[in-house]
Nanobody, 126 residues
Framework: QVQLVESGGGLVQAGGSLRLSCAASGRTFSNYATGWFRQAPGKEREFVAG????????RYADSVKGRFTISRDNAKNTLYLQMNSLKPEDTAVYYC???????????????????WGQGTQVTVSS
């Protein structure tokens, strides 16, 4: 069974930064593409960023391009999301997810991911 554990969420003022981490166990992490999603109150879960299994290819939602950076360390079985210039509209529960895809493919749909973490709350105050 795969376990994904997010950390790094919290309360930050607008314009500030946070770094989320997602620690994976139970599978060979480097075989999986990985992604971050978020869900704000009353809204559907949405794709934020994704990275292929080697880390050489990334995808971002338009709303976070230029502000967020996704990365991974396969030696540490860990996924990261560096979030800069945070805005109140970034407030949400952030989830990491993994899907078994090879090559350069970066899945962006929720149904493409096989395993999910429990989420970490990010709150950006104005």
């Amino acid at each position: 069974q795969v376990q994904l554990v997010e950390s790094g969420g919290g309360l930050v003022q607008a314009g500030g930064s946070l770094r989320l981490s997602c620690a994976a166990s139970g599978r060979t992490f480097s075989n999986y593409a990985t992604g971050w999603f978020r869900q704000a109150p009353g809204k559907e879960r949405e794709f934020v960023a994704g990275i292929n299994r080697s880390g050489g290819f990334t995808r971002y939602a338009d709303s976070v391009k230029g502000r967020f950076t996704i990365s991974r360390d396969n030696a540490k079985n860990t996924l990261y999301l560096q979030m800069n210039s945070l805005k109140p509209e970034d407030t949400a529960v952030y989830y990491c997810a993994i899907g078994l895809y090879g090559g350069s493919y970066v899945p962006q749909g929720q149904r493409e991911y096989d395993y999910w973490g429990q989420g970490t709350q990010v709150t950006v105050s104005s």
